[in-house]
């Protein structure tokens, strides 16, 4: 008897070490995406619940809004994302100008 863990990977075929690294990254992107749908959803109640007071704080909301409908666009769309991306590129030109 050994008090040295066992290093279970290494004993494991190929096939099962592939299935298990494919286990772990799995479940490593759920937690990211649940933190991620988290997060969002704390963002969402702060831009709720304060009205913006400055034109980049209103700016700022609008480029939230729009990086979530551009992220909903099928890649085909790419009238909307230039369309998006000329909108975006427009706050970030007028705000250097102030």
């Known amino acids: 008897m050994t008090d040295e863990p066992v ?5 494991r ?8 690294d494919l286990r772990r990254a799995l479940a490593d ?15 969402e109640v702060q831009l709720l619940a304060t009205r913006a007071s400055t034109w980049p704080e209103a700016a700022a909301n609008a480029r939230y809004v729009l990086n979530l409908y551009a992220a909903s666009l099928g890649p085909q769309d790419t009238r ?12 970030t030109r007028l705000a250097e100008s102030n």
């Open 7 to 11: 290093e279970l990977d290494s004993r």
């Open 13 to 20: 075929g190929m096939a099962a070490q592939k299935a298990t």
């Open 29 to 43: 992107v759920e937690a990211n995406a649940k933190d991620l749908r988290d997060r969002q959803s704390e963002i």
């Open 80 to 91: 909307h994302r230039d369309l998006i991306a000329m909108v975006l590129d427009d706050f």
